[in-house]
């Protein structure tokens, strides 16, 4: 393919996409751009959300046809996901920060409360990443629980940590977000940046409008996260934007300890 023609510079992720992208790709120039000196892959996620001009006629057809079609991709990711995590009985996901460093007081808190999640019989599901999310899977797989990774593709290198025991990758970060809330039945959010809020204000929107009930929040680190419950409770309930009763969807807590127990005393077991 000469330099210039429809996908000539794609970097697709494997070949089905690199047909599947072709035409697509050409709207965004398709360029390799660098971040942190790694090259960046293009993402099914951006070639699903990036805007295509409908009014040009190379890509007149992008909208009707390649997002139509998209579907049947998105249908498999949820067919694999059912499929892969069908069995997992009692699950807890952790969410968390992925720029937490082996050794320091966050990894080690993610250990502690992967560790303690596997020893109250929780199999613990992470994104599979590093940082908190490693620390979470070596915890739960020390204690010879089952450690389960919800990967995602993103535009650099990226590897399962070493500790997930069942690994599933995705391409779609909508298709895995439904795999933590259906197949845990509590999340524990450690100190985390915007992946984690994101996370954590998708659950809370669920339980909120009871498309999940039961489904207790923690919150590990007070001094971490009290500052956003206190703004939640000093803006939010004084401006009438959330009643005061949502506020009780989130338990703040201060140890590994705490948050397995508040797990234990509120989510839905047998
Ligand atoms: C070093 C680096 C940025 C790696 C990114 N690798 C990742 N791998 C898997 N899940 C991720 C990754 N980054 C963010 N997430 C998701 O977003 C959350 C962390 O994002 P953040 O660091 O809080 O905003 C995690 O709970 C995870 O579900």
Redesign the pocket.
């Known amino acids: 393919m000469a330099d210039g023609e429809p996908g000539a510079n794609a970097q697709p992720t494997d070949d089905d996409e690199a047909t599947f992208e072709a035409v697509p790709l050409r709207h965004i120039g398709a360029t390799q751009v660098r971040v942190s000196g790694d090259a960046e892959r293009i993402t099914t996620d951006r070639t699903l959300l990036e805007w295509v001009d409908p009014r040009d006629p190379q890509l007149a057809d992008h909208r009707r046809i390649h997002d139509s079609w998209r579907v049947l991709r998105i249908q498999s990711e949820f067919v694999a996901g059912f499929d892969a995590l069908s069995g997992v009985a009692e699950a807890v996901t952790v969410?968390?920060?992925?720029?937490v460093e082996p050794g320091s007081d966050e990894y080690n808190l993610g250990v502690d409360v992967g560790r303690r999640l596997g020893e109250a019989g929780f199999a613990v599901i992470?994104?599979?990443?590093?940082?908190a999310?490693e620390a979470t899977n070596k915890g739960a797989f020390e204690a010879g629980a089952q450690s389960i990774g919800l990967?995602?593709e993103?535009p650099f290198e990226?590897h399962i940590n070493p500790y997930v025991t069942l690994a599933i990758n995705f391409r779609y970060f909508f298709v895995r977000k439904t795999m933590f809330v259906k197949y845990s039945q509590a999340f524990v959010c450690l100190p985390?940046?915007?992946?984690?809020l994101d996370?954590l204000f998708e659950a809370l929107t669920l339980v909120q409008t009871r498309k999940v009930l039961r489904f207790p929040i923690v919150l590990v680190g007070r001094d971490f996260w009290g500052p956003l419950v206190d703004w939640m409770k000093n803006t939010l309930v004084a401006d009438g934007k959330i009643s005061p009763e949502d506020l009780d969807l989130i338990t703040l807590v201060d140890t590994p300890e705490e948050a397995v127990q508040a797990v234990c005393d509120k989510a839905i077991r047998p």
């Open positions: 969410f968390g920060s992925a720029r992470t994104g599979g990443g590093p940082g999310m990967n995602i993103l990226q985390g940046g915007i992946g984690t996370e």
